[in-house]
Every structure is written in structure tokens, then in C-alpha cells.
């Protein structure tokens, strides 16, 4: 993570002044998207987005350690400033022996106004904190993030002051979670169902966040093609933006309440592993018909929402998966998919995404989703079968059988969780999607007690 120091007394490496575009300085033209070394220092032309004013920084920038000089912004257009630069500049060196000698890791803040700048900067310290670790989580490879490893990273939340618990074996059988149990059967390593709480200090029922952590996907029995499969490692990362959200959360004392739910397993094939056909008894008792079983996410996080449900009686839910490649075809790597059984919650949702760059796009569960998925054997199939890739609305359509008259919305983040080049906000490879959307969330709805 950043290390950043606010009001150093002597610039340390290279300094970086943002200069508003269109107030040119001496070989410098300071036109939006404009970065050059002029004068001993970086001068990178600051628009109508300072995220990404940083970003463009950040790329330009070579060795551990910087100074940004701070002095003629705002202390809410030095903090985004710098938000970028920590955004581009995050790598993944946790298993190298040789780390990265050009990895930014430090980061001087030159500012007069101290005070100010520290207040507004906390916060969002804590949010970056949350998603770095989002971002460490699904880089990991696959082999030392199992299940168990994935619990194991949570210890950091735990020092934080959130509330692990870890439902595993005798647990889950007795919880009834068939979906989870059966798509964790296969491997070696067995699922694991992870509840995170935050007490907040307002008396509320909590808002929830559910994450699908498949820690690798091979497809099942269904199996997938091998080309891309490495890809399926970050399987886990709508888990992983849950988990740094509640990080974020605690790390800035969020007053608001707020609990995860984890549904951690891995789908791979064994003497156990549970096929096309068979008929699952779900953890509200549904019975749900198997039609493929690559469509294994929508069954760990219907078993985890109906848990949080009748465990968290949550004020609100949000879950979070890459879920369908059809959400993908739709929408790109430009947005995620946005379900939902309520148009309020689905408005203020979408307010927060776009205020903070992570947007989303609604879509739509229809009546005849819902016909689609009608079995003759079970109370419901989980997927269409014949149509190829199983389908977000379908998914979507899905889910919904299991959050009761709980205000939900269903983030599918399938083509968000990492990028395969770097951008204008964010480095190549994970993005860490969702956790800042999750934090603004409730920072402006759930926050405010008399709201």
C-alpha cells in the first residue's frame, strides 16, 4: 500500500506540479491529457478530473519515492490528485524475491494548509487502503488463495475491528446451503461461507454486502475452454471488493453498520463434484434443477443471500460477481450490470457509481426470465439450458428468488474486476471494482441516522 506523508519539509525524488489546463507555463502548454518534464519538475496539465490529472502522473513517474506539489489546490482537488497517483501507481510484488526498484511506494504531499489537507485525506486513505487489498486479493494466483487462504488475508480486518466468523463443514451442512456445498464438493479444498461485521455506531439494521468468491473456476463438469482459463483466478473478486469495502469501512470508523457475506469455494471436478441434472436443496429450502455447471456463481451467492437474510435481517443488499460473460458482450469493460428489485435503492446506487468513476448500466429482469428458468422436477433450473452462455438477466432473474422484500441490487462486474491495459484511473490488471462505489454508497445514503 501508498505510504503517504503530508507536509514534508524538503521534497524527497521527483516533484509534480499540477498546472490548470489552459494557464500555459514556460514549455508548457498545459492542454487536458498533457504531462512534461519542464524545469527539474513533472508538470501535468490538472482538468475537469483530477483523478485522472494523477494518473497520468503516476505513469510518467519512475522510482519509489515522490513529492506532489500540492500548494495551489483545494484540499478536495489535492486529495483526488493524489488519489490517482496511488490508483495508477499500485503492483502486485508480493511473491517476487526481486520487487519492483521502479514501484512508487512513497508519496510526499507539499501543501501550506496541513490541517485541512490531513482531515479531508484520512478518509480516503482508508477507502485506497480497501481497495489495495481488493486488488492484492485477486491478483494472487489460485494455488495459495484457496478458500482457507483467501480467511486468511482477512486477519487484517480483523485488526481493523471487524467481526470474522468462518462457517465450514459440519456448519454449512446444518445451514442446509446445498448451493455452496455442492459447488465446493469437487475440490480438494472445501468451501467456506465468511461473515463479516461492522457495528457502526448507529442503531440500524445493517446494509450487506454478498460476494461470490470462487478462488478458481475451472467450469466443472461443464468445463471450460483452456484458453483464458488462467483468467478465472480472479473469480473471487466481487468477494474481494466486499471484503476491502468493510475495510475501508472500519479503517474510517464509518458510523453506519454494515456486514459481508462470503461465499468461498471452488469449482473444479472430483469423484464428488456435482453435475448437469442433479437437483440441490438450497439453504431456504428451494429446490433448484442443474443445467450447467459453470453457472456456479449465481448457486453460492443464492445460498449467502438467503443466509444474510435471515441472519442480518440487512436494511439493504448488494451483491457483487463476476457472474456472466453475457453481462460482457452487453456492456463491455466499460460498466457493470446493474439488477435490482427496487428502483430507489437501484437510483442511488447508480448516483454513487457515477460520482465516483465505477459506473454502472440498469438492466433489466423480466417476466419471462423468470418463465425461462421454470423446471419440471424442481422448484426453479438455475440456468437456461441450449442458449450457450448462461444469460446476467437469467442470473439476475435468479437471484431474486432469494432476497425476499429485501432492497437489492446485483452488481455483475464481469469485465470490470481488471484491466488488460492501463487507463486514465488505473494501473493493468485488477481494479479493485466495487469497493469504492460500496464505500460512497454508504457513506452517502446510510451514514446520516435521521435520513
Same mark, same amino acid.
Given at each position: 500500500?501508498?505510504?503517504?506523508?503530508?507536509?514534508?519539509?524538503?521534497?524527497h525524488?521527483?516533484?509534480v506540479?499540477?498546472?490548470?489546463?489552459?494557464?500555459?507555463?514556460p514549455?508548457?502548454t #498545459?492542454?487536458?491529457?498533457e504531462?512534461?518534464f519542464?524545469?527539474?519538475?513533472?508538470?501535468?496539465a490538472l482538468?475537469a478530473?483530477?483523478?485522472a490529472?494523477? #494518473?497520468?502522473?503516476?505513469a510518467?513517474?519512475?522510482?519509489?519515492?515522490a513529492?506532489l506539489?500540492l500548494r495551489?489546490?483545494?484540499p478536495?482537488?489535492?486529495v483526488a490528485f493524489?488519489?490517482?497517483v %496511488?490508483?495508477?501507481?499500485?503492483?502486485?510484488?508480493?511473491?517476487?524475491i526481486?520487487?519492483?526498484?521502479?514501484?512508487?511506494?512513497?508519496?510526499?504531499?507539499?501543501?501550506?494548509?496541513?490541517g485541512p489537507?490531513?482531515r479531508a485525506?484520512?478518509?480516503?486513505?482508508?477507502v485506497l487502503?480497501?481497495?489495495a487489498?481488493?486488488?492484492?486479493?485477486?491478483?494472487?494466483?489460485?494455488?495459495?488463495l484457496?478458500?482457507?487462504?483467501?480467511?486468511?488475508?482477512?486477519?487484517?480486518?480483523?485488526?481493523a475491528?471487524?467481526k470474522v466468523?468462518v462457517l465450514k463443514g459440519h456448519?454449512?451442512?446444518?445451514?442446509?446451503?446445498?448451493?455452496?456445498?455442492?459447488?465446493?464438493?469437487?475440490?480438494?479444498?472445501?468451501p467456506?461461507?465468511?461473515i463479516?461485521?461492522w457495528?457502526?455506531?448507529? @442503531?440500524?439494521d445493517?446494509?450487506v454486502?454478498?460476494?461470490?468468491g470462487?478462488t478458481f @473456476?475451472t467450469?466443472?463438469?461443464c468445463?471450460?475452454?483452456a484458453?483464458?482459463m488462467e483468467?478465472?483466478?480472479?473469480?473471487m473478486?466481487g468477494?474481494?471488493a %466486499?471484503a476491502g469495502?468493510?475495510?475501508?469501512?472500519?479503517t474510517r470508523?464509518s458510523p453506519?453498520?454494515?456486514a459481508a457475506?462470503?461465499?468461498l469455494a471452488?469449482?473444479?471436478?472430483?469423484?464428488?463434484?456435482y453435475?448437469?441434472?442433479?437437483?440441490l436443496r438450497?439453504?431456504s429450502?428451494?429446490?433448484?434443477?442443474?443445467?450447467?455447471t459453470?453457472?456456479?456463481?449465481?448457486?453460492?451467492? #443464492?445460498?449467502?443471500?438467503?443466509?444474510?437474510?435471515?441472519?442480518?435481517?440487512?436494511?439493504?443488499?448488494?451483491?457483487?460477481?463476476t457472474l456472466?460473460?453475457s453481462?460482457?458482450?452487453a456492456?463491455?469493460?466499460?460498466m457493470?450490470?446493474?439488477f435490482d428489485n427496487d428502483a430507489?435503492f437501484?437510483t442511488q446506487l447508480?448516483?454513487?457509481?457515477?460520482?465516483?468513476?465505477?459506473?454502472?448500466?440498469?438492466?433489466?429482469?423480466g417476466?419471462?426470465?423468470?418463465? @425461462?428458468?421454470k423446471?419440471?422436477i424442481a422448484?426453479i433450473?438455475? %440456468?437456461?439450458?441450449?442458449r450457450?452462455?448462461p444469460?446476467?438477466c437469467?442470473?439476475?432473474?435468479f437471484?431474486r428468488e432469494?432476497?425476499?422484500?429485501?432492497?437489492?441490487?446485483h452488481?455483475?462486474i464481469?469485465?470490470?474486476e481488471a484491466?488488460?491495459?492501463?487507463?486514465?484511473?488505473y494501473a493493468?490488471?485488477?481494479?479493485?471494482?466495487g469497493?469504492?462505489l460500496?464505500?460512497?454508497?454508504?457513506?452517502? %445514503?446510510?451514514?446520516?441516522?435521521h435520513r
Amino acid at each position: 500500500m501508498m505510504r503517504v506523508r503530508i507536509a514534508p519539509g524538503t521534497p524527497h525524488g521527483p516533484v509534480v506540479l499540477p498546472v490548470p489546463v489552459g494557464q500555459p507555463r514556460p514549455g508548457f502548454t #498545459a492542454r487536458n491529457g498533457e504531462a512534461a518534464f519542464v524545469g527539474g519538475q513533472w508538470l501535468v496539465a490538472l482538468g475537469a478530473d483530477p483523478e485522472a490529472a494523477g #494518473a497520468l502522473a503516476a505513469a510518467r513517474l519512475d522510482g519509489k519515492r515522490a513529492t506532489l506539489d500540492l500548494r495551489a489546490l483545494s484540499p478536495a482537488d489535492a486529495v483526488a490528485f493524489t488519489t490517482g497517483v %496511488c490508483l495508477r501507481a499500485w503492483r502486485y510484488d508480493r511473491l517476487r524475491i526481486i520487487k519492483d526498484a521502479h514501484r512508487l511506494t512513497h508519496l510526499d504531499l507539499l501543501t501550506d494548509t496541513p490541517g485541512p489537507l490531513r482531515r479531508a485525506w484520512r478518509p480516503q486513505a482508508a477507502v485506497l487502503d480497501g481497495v489495495a487489498f481488493a486488488r492484492d486479493l485477486v491478483a494472487e494466483p489460485s494455488n495459495t488463495l484457496t478458500p482457507n487462504g483467501f480467511i486468511d488475508r482477512l486477519d487484517a480486518l480483523a485488526v481493523a475491528g471487524v467481526k470474522v466468523q468462518v462457517l465450514k463443514g459440519h456448519a454449512l451442512r446444518r445451514a442446509g446451503l446445498g448451493g455452496l456445498l455442492a459447488v465446493g464438493a469437487g475440490s480438494v479444498h472445501p468451501p467456506r461461507l465468511v461473515i463479516l461485521r461492522w457495528p457502526g455506531t448507529i @442503531d440500524a439494521d445493517p446494509v450487506v454486502f454478498v460476494g461470490k468468491g470462487i478462488t478458481f @473456476d475451472t467450469g466443472g463438469i461443464c468445463i471450460k475452454p483452456a484458453r483464458g482459463m488462467e483468467e478465472m483466478r480472479a473469480d473471487m473478486a466481487g468477494a474481494a471488493a %466486499c471484503a476491502g469495502a468493510m475495510l475501508a469501512l472500519a479503517t474510517r470508523r464509518s458510523p453506519a453498520p454494515a456486514a459481508a457475506v462470503l461465499a468461498l469455494a471452488e469449482n473444479t471436478t472430483g469423484a464428488a463434484s456435482y453435475r448437469p441434472s442433479d437437483v440441490l436443496r438450497m439453504g431456504s429450502d428451494m429446490s433448484v434443477e442443474i443445467v450447467d455447471t459453470d453457472a456456479e456463481g449465481r448457486l453460492v451467492l #443464492a445460498d449467502a443471500l438467503d443466509w444474510a437474510v435471515r441472519h442480518l435481517q440487512p436494511a439493504a443488499m448488494i451483491d457483487l460477481a463476476t457472474l456472466t460473460g453475457s453481462i460482457v458482450t452487453a456492456l463491455g469493460s466499460q460498466m457493470a450490470g446493474l439488477f435490482d428489485n427496487d428502483a430507489g435503492f437501484a437510483t442511488q446506487l447508480a448516483a454513487c457509481a457515477a460520482e465516483i468513476g465505477e459506473p454502472v448500466w440498469r438492466m433489466p429482469i423480466g417476466t419471462s426470465h423468470r418463465d @425461462d428458468l421454470k423446471s419440471d422436477i424442481a422448484d426453479i433450473r438455475h %440456468c437456461v439450458p441450449g442458449r450457450g452462455q448462461p444469460d446476467a438477466c437469467h442470473a439476475a432473474a435468479f437471484l431474486r428468488e432469494f432476497v425476499g422484500q429485501t432492497p437489492w441490487a446485483h452488481l455483475d462486474i464481469a469485465g470490470m474486476e481488471a484491466r488488460e491495459t492501463a487507463d486514465d484511473r488505473y494501473a493493468a490488471g485488477p481494479s479493485g471494482f466495487g469497493v469504492r462505489l460500496l464505500d460512497r454508497l454508504i457513506a452517502q %445514503c446510510f451514514e446520516d441516522p435521521h435520513r
